[in-house]
């Protein structure tokens, strides 16, 4: 186990006092650790939001890019070197809002990445607009008779997509999530966790307090992460109980496992071959 | 005096007139002639009407002349449509199933020929064989080609392919047409290429390993010729979700360090400008093709335009430096794709490559063979060039606004590259001290790009008084149209633009100072580059030929407006 | 019932001759003239792509926009006058690859439009790419290895999207089809008829000889569209038994129904109110 | 001599300084003052530093002075970064629990007082009657204007804010503040108002009924605005998922015949950009408003910049004619937003409205109340202006290139709208001659839109022979600055742009034809206007004053930088 304070960084860091980010910050850095990863073997790709600056506290590579476009950074990063380890810091409105459609490809490619998301229901870094997962009815600043469309259920939609590793976590259970972060590390394919996280400023509904009162860890009702329906079911409970853990996983060959050219070691490793290429060039 | 010619075989989409009109383009090559060929169809797969029109000379062309010398109707429509572009003493030959045929036409039972070869299909290998029955060619060489095409397919259909083409060879014997080319027994120098194909082999040559890319044309080709690369060399081609993933895939696999590229048109290029300012911000070397169609919007997606040359400039909120290019000639796309790459890496900055249907679809002859570099310069450093790695700063001024570029997870040094403004090390700042070096940092890099700037190619430019200026893919109809004209006796040369992007003000009004007028030629309805030349120099632009109906041009509507001016 | 033969157009068809669209287009004819709706009730939206030629052909309002864009255009339209009969042509592609996300809005938005996704599995219009619900391993002259991604699942995902109305039709049984185009336009609230479609220029896979001897019919299998467990089962068959038919019914508040300024009529027959406007000024 | 006077009240993220700035804001418009001020603020929600600069005086100001006179810190940091900018005399109040009391800055005990108050929270409230101790304002005023903003809250809210005012207001009754502007018993005649807020009332006079959105600092605030004018008057604002939907919302809601904006900065623009052409070749009006802050890509969201001239006038691919606006202030940017909207219909055409962060989060006195418009030209047509409903052609050619304009589903007329370049009839078309038929429609509309086009105003032109050239919101501090330069003895007049494109060349240039320097002033760092004035008009600008550290001008930058290039 390298040490988590080898996480540690000294930029300042810039989320409000009390927010939830804190302790997913915190678990991130004990399941780097706990898996002897050290700063220099991690690469972070986030998009722009609060979740998006994730990056900038903890110490390791990271590429911070456009509001919604994590994903495909991490899918261009990975193809390019599929020795990486990749981790997505995103934000729900991030991931789900602008960058949903990323979300839909990058489960269907299975790569081997892992996707946080700080799922705060509510766009934080832009002052409290509702996200696609706030509650319908969710008041805000914007909304003013509240949310009008259903939440978007980012497990449910993963399970649909064919996901390998779908897990929920909540930022007030730290050493469970960081649980959940080393095991969709650990995972070979697409892992997402999406991580409930109060946002003391704008989410005066799902906060802290509601959350401790709701969640169930999963793992402790004996459930089984390779029953499909099971998972499913679960994903769509939400009110009084509010399952925590890993739902489902199931392992199978990544998106660069299923490249022929990527068995042969990374493309960022190829040298260029002046003689190779001009056979080709010969052969036209 | 020499051949001249061309030939138009046109028919219905899925008539398999490409197909014809490149084995008629690769016996020309292989039987010493030179070639130019545009490709022309609509947005759709079957029906409608399409068009190959091949130019053939013995010496070298890099044009369409608009006037036709052999016309091949596969429908009536094809006679319809083109028949007052044949000149005096032309021949179209119509398929007798068509109507038209009779109306001038020459019936040959094209169908009917295919048929009794083996089947419907084959009616354009009957087509071929006509046409090169009325050019005279020596059948045996097309026989070689076609068994080489069809090498892949079993031999039935190899057969019945070859009984097809020498039934139509035979069909037209009684035939005569007053233009035959020398048919050689050595092929031309240089390679039957299409833009496209160019283009990819460019950035194979570049040492490019990933493509990423949403398929839209006319850029599918480059990706699809890269695609069939991959087949036997290490590269990968993804198609993406949509534009905006390409272009940060692109962004992704260059920030862990390969070479990518993205090609896209218009609207698939607007979609990617946010990710353009990113790969600015982040000082990510990437290369993205943008091959113009006709627009706004949809417009029409299989047809040519020159229409996005300020947008590309000035694409993305807020200033940064970037590379435009825009490849004149195949030779051009391969050496232009090759220092995109290079220099987008050099610079750190994203290069762009404007092109455009016509040229992608476009097929000439190369000058040569094409070269691979011996090496590539990556420009990168790792640990072992750093005298502390963990002091290592992603965006450390230099001086010269080019920061040392390390590869994430390549060593103790930490790779930190932000979207928003950022101090050295690659935090987040909003302090105005951090903004205005950076700002400085990344257009320091200016100055440096420009003098890698070729200056405008020149034709006949000393002494000429009136200059035609164009950029890119029309640059081989200008300069024969500059031919035309002083063969004519006026007094005009002109200049082609390649590298437009930091615009090469000295080096343009240095080789322009001579003459009293300037006429842009582009292929838009505002003479973006006559606006972008008055922009960059405040010389005037007197006059612009301009065409933005989707067709290339013609030596001759270059000509005719020339005259039109005066 | 208006007549069929009022939806034809002079209009030059422009699919290649056997094309499962041919179909699809008839089925909406019928469909319509069957709901007694007549050309000028009629808006279709549409995407880029052989299916968002649609409108072309069929005599009607439309709007023929951007590739993927299609349901956005569409909300507009219906926001502005929530009384139009909206329905969108759209392409596997279209619709679930440029357009993803607009697809995960418009379900949780349950806007009252009725979305047609002729799903042939391949990118038509551009010359036979691999698209978002092409099989794994199907190969194109792109995807020449074969394609290397879940396929996406368009009944799973607006099921588990907490869609209304959620169908699958075939092109090869028009009058099953023009059923649940029927039935679609009719339910109030957002609805999604993905339609198999036979590509014959570019997907050698799934013929129409290949769906025929798997489409079953649900409503033949006594399925209550009022059961989701099922209607989620339903949608993950694929393989020697494709079923087709309404998998999932739930009838429940729209989109514009959520909107109080609604209730009053649709924006578009508001007229401008200078002195309320300028009450609104003073009150600043 | 009046007063001219500035007050700088900052803190960290959280601690209320914006609501205090506008209470301050407020009292000073109800006792007769004219006010100007500035937000400035990090991308965080708490913490950071961030301040609201108040410009006080009795004569009509239109920008932020970069001198303070009343320094009110209300952490430590504002204290370290802005006690330079204090004038001779000058005063800072400190929080005495803060760090940094003693140096030079009076401490008062904020916190303390707030705390006995009723809360810590209200700190803000000690520091806004504190200053207002300062400025000798009436007390009674003051209550009266936070027991209207705490109307809605519950009364011991209210009266615990009263008594912290007071106790801040008493805390500094012994120190004596030099300048003290005359307090009246009456209002200012002007509103006071922000950018963001002008734009959206401009948009509700203009009866826009929709307005769809992705929020994106700094044109939030506008959406917001619209947002809450939709509690009570019936037009619907929705946000979408994502830029891209925002945009096609918006020509979806106008193409069924509402008026319908968007709002966006410039990476949401870029993903609009593809929307912008599709508007365009469909012909349908919508307004984009395009909030500018620096980039590239992220950049710093929350600061000023005018970095986006030449791209919005040339997004999207291919070419068509767009209005571009750039508002010089609060009255002009509602006027403008009302035009926009009529412009845009009246032409079939997009039309762009560009701010930035500073104009949309200043506040400033309006110069009167805003009428609303008697009514509004709608431009369409329906059965019953045709002939021949079933004829309707959408995109029929009428000579000036706007075709009547029917709406969707309203009667036997079909409205046939394509993206695809296409015939009279909306149906797509490939055909050369309709394509050139089609760009010449659309571009013939330029000449009567450039006809619409407000020449530059003109301040101390007649006579001048250096003349400042600037656009959009930096008007007033140009225009003091031409103030401020001609007491001082300069020669120097100023042009202030709000329509920008089509751009008006012929009434520029005849307004500018007397000068022989031209001097561009603008926030970014390539002196987009000044390319653009020679583009288009061929006149050489001899230099630009460029500020791109995402800060506003304060007038006395423009000055300074005057002096430095003489
Ligand atoms: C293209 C684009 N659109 C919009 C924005 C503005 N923006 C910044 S963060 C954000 C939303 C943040 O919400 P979320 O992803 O939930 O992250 P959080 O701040 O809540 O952690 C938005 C809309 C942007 N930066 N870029
Ligand atoms: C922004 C943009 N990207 C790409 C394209 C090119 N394009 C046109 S149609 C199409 C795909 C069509 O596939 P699908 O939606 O499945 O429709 P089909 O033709 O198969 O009916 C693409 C990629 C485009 N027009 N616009
Ligand atoms: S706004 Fe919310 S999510 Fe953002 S840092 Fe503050 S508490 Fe956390
Ligand atoms: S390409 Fe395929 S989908 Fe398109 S018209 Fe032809 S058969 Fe139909
Ligand atoms: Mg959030
Ligand atoms: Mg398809």
Redesign the interface.
């Known amino acids: 186990m390298t040490d988590i304070t080898d996480f540690d960084c000294d930029?300042e860091n810039?989320?409000?006092?009390g927010c939830g980010n804190f302790n997913i910050l915190a678990a991130m850095k004990e399941a780097l650790a706990g898996m002897k990863l050290s700063?220099?073997?991690?690469?972070i790709?986030s998009g722009?939001g609060?979740a998006g600056?994730t990056?900038?506290f903890l110490?390791?590579?990271?590429?911070?890019?456009?509001?919604?476009?994590a994903?495909?950074?991490?899918?261009?990063?990975?193809?390019?070197?599929h020795?990486?380890?990749v981790l997505v810091s995103s934000g729900d409105g991030d991931c789900?809002?602008?960058?949903?459609?990323?979300f839909?490809?990058a489960?269907?490619?299975?790569i081997d990445i892992t996707l946080l998301t700080h799922d705060n229901k509510v766009?934080?870094?832009?002052?409290g607009?509702?996200s696609?997962t706030s509650d319908m009815g969710f008041v805000t600043?914007?909304?003013?008779?509240g949310v009008?469309?259903?939440?978007?259920?980012p497990l449910?939609?993963a399970?649909?997509?064919?996901a390998g590793f779908v897990a929920r976590g909540f930022s007030g259970e730290k050493a469970h999530l960081a649980g959940l972060i080393r095991a969709a590390v650990s995972h070979k394919g697409f892992s997402l966790v999406n991580i409930l996280q109060p946002c003391v400023?704008?989410n005066h509904l799902n906060t802290n307090g509601w959350y401790k009162k709701r969640v169930v860890k999963v793992a402790e009702t004996g459930h089984d992460p390779a029953d499909w329906n099971t998972a499913?079911h679960l994903?769509r409970e939400w009110g009084d109980r509010i399952p925590i853990g890993i739902f489902f996983q199931k392992q199978g060959p990544s998106?660069t496992d299923?490249?022929?050219?990527?068995n042969?070691g990374p493309?960022?490793e190829?040298t260029?071959d002046?003689?190779?290429?001009?056979a080709?060039?010969?052969g036209? | 005096m020499q051949t001249d010619i061309s030939i138009l075989i046109g028919g219905q989409a899925g008539q398999g007139i490409q197909t014809v009109g490149e084995l008629l383009a690769r016996m020309c090559q292989q039987a010493g002639l030179s070639v130019f060929a545009v490709n022309d169809f609509e947005s759709r797969i079957r029906g409608g009407h399409s068009f190959f029109q091949l130019r053939i000379s013995e010496r070298r062309i890099q044009a369409p002349s608009r006037h036709i010398h052999l016309l091949v109707a596969m429908s009536g429509e094809t006679h319809a449509l083109h028949r007052q572009k044949l000149v005096e003493g032309g021949i179209c030959l119509i398929d007798s199933a068509e109507d038209g045929a009779g109306e001038g036409a020459v019936a040959v039972p094209v169908t009917q020929l295919a048929t009794e070869a083996g089947g419907k299909i084959m009616a354009n290998t009957v087509a071929a064989g006509a046409c090169l029955g009325l050019l005279g060619a020596p059948f045996e060489q097309f026989q070689a080609i076609i068994t080489d095409r069809f090498s892949g397919a079993d031999a039935n259909v190899r057969e019945n392919n070859l009984d097809a083409a020498r039934a139509g060879y035979r069909a037209v014997a009684s035939i005569n047409f007053q233009w035959k080319p020398v048919w050689r027994d050595m092929s031309s120098e240089g390679m039957l290429m299409n833009g496209a194909r160019a283009l990819a082999l460019g950035a194979l040559a570049a040492d490019c390993r990933i493509g990423a890319f949403y398929p839209m044309s006319p850029a599918t080709g480059i990706m699809q010729q890269l695609s069939e690369l991959s087949d036997t060399y290490p590269l990968v081609v993804e198609q993406a979700e949509d534009e905006i993933a390409a272009i940060n895939m692109t962004i992704g696999a260059a920030f862990a360090g390969v070479r990518a590229m993205t090609a896209t048109s218009g609207g698939g290029f607007c979609l990617m400008t946010e990710g353009l300012g990113l790969a600015a911000i982040t000082e990510t070397p990437v290369v993205i093709v943008n091959a113009q169609r006709p627009g706004p919007a949809t417009g029409l997606p299989t047809r040519t335009a020159q229409g996005d040359l300020l947008f590309v400039i000035n694409a993305a909120q807020d200033e940064f430096p970037r590379f435009v290019f825009a490849p004149t000639g195949m030779d051009d796309a391969y050496a232009v794709m090759i220092r995109a790459f290079d220099l987008s890496e050099k610079y750190q900055v994203p290069a762009i490559v404007m092109t455009d249907q016509y040229f992608n679809d476009s097929f000439a002859l190369t000058d040569g063979p094409f070269d691979a570099p011996h090496g590539h310069d990556r420009y990168t450093v790792s640990d072992a060039d750093m005298a502390d790695p963990s002091a290592y700063k992603r965006y450390a001024f230099t001086g010269n606004g080019i920061s040392p570029r390390a590869l994430p997870c390549n060593g103790q040094a930490l790779v930190c590259a932000a979207g928003n403004e950022h101090r050295q090390d690659g935090h987040i700042s909003e302090d105005r001290e951090d903004r205005n070096a950076m700002v400085e940092k990344r257009s320091a890099k200016l100055s440096a790009m420009q003098s890698e700037m070729r200056p405008p190619a020149a034709y006949h430019v000393d002494g000429s008084r009136t200059l035609l200026v164009s950029w890119g893919s029309t640059a081989g109809a200008v300069q024969e149209a500059v031919s035309r004209l002083r063969d004519a006796g006026e007094d005009a040369g002109c200049l082609v633009m390649a590298d437009i992007w930091p615009f090469p003000a000295a080096a343009f009004q240095e080789v322009a100072r001579g003459a009293d007028t300037l006429i842009t030629v582009e292929q838009n309805a505002t003479a973006q580059l006559g606006r972008l030349i008055r922009q960059e120099t405040g010389m005037p632009v007197a006059h612009s030929i301009l065409q933005y109906d989707g067709r290339a041009f013609c030596v001759e509507d270059i000509v005719d407006q020339y005259h039109q001016l005066n």
């Open positions: 930029y810039k989320w409000c006092p700063p220099e073997n991690v690469l790709v722009i609060q600056k990056p900038h110490k390791c590579n990271f590429f911070h890019g456009l509001h919604g476009r994903l495909p950074v991490a899918t261009g990063a990975k193809l390019a070197n020795k990486l380890t789900y809002g602008e960058g949903g459609n990323h839909l490809a489960v269907r490619r299975n766009y934080g870094l832009t002052k607009q509702s696609p600043k914007m909304q003013r008779s009008i469309s259903e939440p978007f259920n449910s939609v399970l649909s997509l064919g400023s704008f499913m994903s998106f299923r490249i022929a050219h990527l042969e493309l960022v190829r260029y002046s003689a190779a290429v001009q080709m060039l010969n036209i």
